[in-house]
């Protein structure tokens, strides 16, 4: 019976510290923007860690938010971005490590907008407009402002006329822009990248209010990759240097100014306004 023991222990500890069998190290991401820039912005970390970590890193793109966490927690791939809000669905789970945060998620913010031409200046106009959130499992598209809205006494589903879910960020400027809806929010981080890329119309939208800080997204593994490979994918994150001109080039597309390290505790915060919102059980 012992030798059985030691025998079935030895199976579940090589289960546990390996990496996939063909010894690619897969990552993914929540889909909070199109696919293409999601790739776009991965390329370069994704060749940086495979330098630094001496094995092949694949990007495994995903339909929804609910997949990233169904495949982390699933050992399906090893390294995920998540929000706020899906680490803490994956984190419930007790099956993830959150290595690093970019330095900006320590004190992040989403945008109130709205079409140019209405009559919403502030958060509360929006009282009687038709909505729009970002994802439903979004952190800073939805739950952090639902938190927030609530606080001011504005209850989405009976305050606002009507409540959309775009699906990401860029999708809700999208649906401001056009007049689907008359507000909405999103990543403030989104926001001004896509106002320095031309890509918002000022005579269209513009931003009515902000969103108090909260964490936000980071960089999460699964619990049975091997601990000293996830203090190697750490050390990675935080060897990117600004001052270095390689480094600088991944960290612009990150939207990062340095990775720093993080812990489940500072999104205890995030945890509860999901269970307020009734949105985490």
């Not at 593994?221 to 990675?236: D, E, F, G």
């Amino acid at each position: 019976m012992m030798k059985a023991r030691i025998l079935l222990a030895g199976v579940f500890a090589s289960a546990a510290f390996a990496v996939h069998a063909d010894g690619v190290l897969r990552v993914t991401a929540i889909p909070d923007e199109s696919p293409t820039e999601l790739q776009r912005k991965f390329a370069p970390l994704g060749e940086y860690l495979s330098g630094q970590l001496g094995m092949k890193v694949e990007f495994v793109p995903v339909t929804d938010y609910a997949a990233v966490v169904s495949a982390l927690t699933a050992d399906q791939v090893d390294l995920a971005w998540l929000g706020g809000f899906t680490f803490v669905q994956a984190n419930t789970r007790g099956k993830v490590v959150p290595l690093v945060q970019r330095e900006e998620d320590t004190r992040f913010t989403s945008r109130y907008i709205a079409g140019t031409n209405s009559q919403i200046n502030k958060v509360a106009d929006l009282k009687g407009k038709t909505f729009a959130f970002g994802s439903v499992s979004s952190t800073s598209g939805h739950l952090m402002p639902r938190y927030f809205l609530q606080k001011q006494g504005i209850k989405p589903e009976t305050a606002f006329r009507q409540v959309g879910y775009s699906g990401a960020h860029d999708a809700t400027v999208a649906w401001v822009a056009s007049g689907k809806v008359d507000a909405g929010v999103l990543n403030a981080s989104v926001w001004d990248k896509l106002n320095e890329a031309g890509k918002v119309d000022p005579a269209k939208v513009k931003v009515i209010g902000s969103t108090p800080p909260f964490y936000d997204y980071n960089w999460t593994v699964r619990a049975s990759l091997q601990p000293a490979l996830q203090k190697r994918i750490r050390t990675a994150f935080l060897a990117l240097d600004p001052a270095r001109p390689e480094h600088k080039a991944i960290l612009e597309l990150q939207r990062a100014t340095r990775f720093v390290p993080t812990k489940a505790a500072n999104y205890a915060g995030i945890e509860a306004a999901a269970r307020e919102a009734g949105l985490l059980k």
